[in-house]
T-cell receptor, first 114, second 114 residues
């Protein structure tokens, strides 16, 4: 168990809908990262937060947004969902946002858009 | 921009034989390098990392990796493969210079045959 908790584990929703994925980082970790894993694209970095502030942005669509709350949990909001958004979404956390610290991953949320 | 290449989508090895999973990287400065493993329906688990110092890094489950700066490589190795090592392996890189997230390769599926 990595200590990173993601809910829900599975989500099935229709095109055009909006969903929220939740992540609780490991105790003491200030940095949270979101990744999308799909079969053809591998593991794509979406966005990073550090202590409540956005730190880095990757290939995140405008229909997607995220935030990190004062208690350090994070939410990834996906709206106007399309079939192609079906993927495994991972949250990871680390103690600091840079240097040689590894990130610890949650078990992911499998999103299926039908 | 940093990037990682894992040239083999699939590696097959017989149980008891040595295994190598290849990784090459590209960064503007000095790298931090990581290996992660993903078992079916699980999140990514940290295996080992190279920060500085000895080019041979030892990690979990008997895995090790060799950093080669001239070849910009960080190959994962294990002297004797187990069937339980069968999984998806990801190499990742982070640039030392800034607040950059981990960038992952597309993954290599390792299959160890009894």
């Amino acid at each position: 168990d990595s200590g990173v908790t993601q809910t829900p584990k599975h989500l099935i929703t229709a095109t055009g809908q909006r969903v929220t994925l939740r992540c609780s980082p490991r105790s003491g970790d200030l940095s949270v990262y979101w990744y999308q894993q799909s079969l053809d694209q591998g593991l794509q970095f979406l966005i990073q937060y550090y202590n409540g502030e956005e730190r880095a942005k990757g290939n995140i669509l405008e229909r997607f947004s995220a935030q990190q709350f004062p208690d350090l949990h994070s939410e990834l909001n996906l709206s106007s969902l399309e079939l192609g958004d079906s993927a495994l979404y991972f949250c990871a956390s680390s103690v600091v946002s840079q240097m040689g610290t590894e990130a610890f991953f949650g078990q992911g949320t499998r999103l299926t858009v039908v | 921009a940093q990037s990682v290449a894992q040239p083999e989508d699939q590696v097959n090895v017989a149980e008891g034989n040595p295994l190598t999973v290849k990784c090459t990287y590209s960064v503007s400065g000095n790298p931090y390098l990581f290996w992660y493993v993903q078992y079916p329906n699980r999140g990514l688990q940290f295996l080992l990392k190279y920060i500085t110092g000895d080019n041979l890094v030892k990690g979990s489950y008997g895995f090790e990796a060799e950093f080669n700066k001239s070849q910009t490589s960080f190959h994962l190795k294990k002297p004797s493969a187990l069937v339980s090592d069968s999984a998806l392996y990801f190499c990742a890189v982070r640039d030392m210079s800034g607040n950059t997230p981990l960038v992952f390769g597309k993954g290599t599926r390792l299959s160890v045959i009894a």
